[in-house]
């Protein structure tokens, strides 16, 4: 199994920034996608990045490219998202998700592991 563990949310102003962190552990070396998932309340899971692990090949939505960026560091099985110029519409709860076979866009029922998600939270 694969377990994920997101850090680095909280609560910024409008145009503030946070990097989040997810932690990869257990049987991970299958794994050759991961990403960056959102949900606010009364809405459905939206992917935000994605990167395909083996070439460090990012995806990003149209409603964050130029804002956020998604990294790794393979020697501390850990993947980041840096994000800037926040906005109240970020405001979701943020999971950390994996799978294996390649990356397939950022559709989150495609994804087979998932942290138990970090809480960013932006005013305005």
């Known amino acids: 199994q694969v377990q994920l563990v997101e850090s680095g949310g909280g609560s910024v102003q409008a145009g503030g920034s946070l990097r989040l962190s997810c932690v990869a552990s257990?049987?991970?070396?299958?794994?050759?996608?991961m990403g960056w998932f959102r949900q606010a309340p009364g809405k459905k899971r939206e992917g935000v990045a994605t990167?395909?692990?083996?070439?460090?090949?990012?995806l990003y939505a149209d409603s964050v490219k130029g804002r956020f960026t998604i990294s790794q560091d393979n020697a501390k099985s850990t993947l980041y998202l840096q994000m800037n110029s926040l906005k109240p519409e970020d405001t979701a709860m943020y999971y950390c998700?994996?799978?294996?076979?390649?990356?397939?866009?950022?559709?989150?029922?495609?994804?087979?592991?998932w942290g138990q998600g970090t809480q960013v939270t932006v005013s305005s």
């Open positions: 257990g049987y991970t070396v299958n794994i050759d996608c």
């Open positions: 998700a994996a799978r294996t076979s390649g990356c397939r866009g950022l559709r989150p029922e495609l994804y087979n592991y």
């Open positions: 990167l395909y692990t083996p070439e460090g090949n990012p």
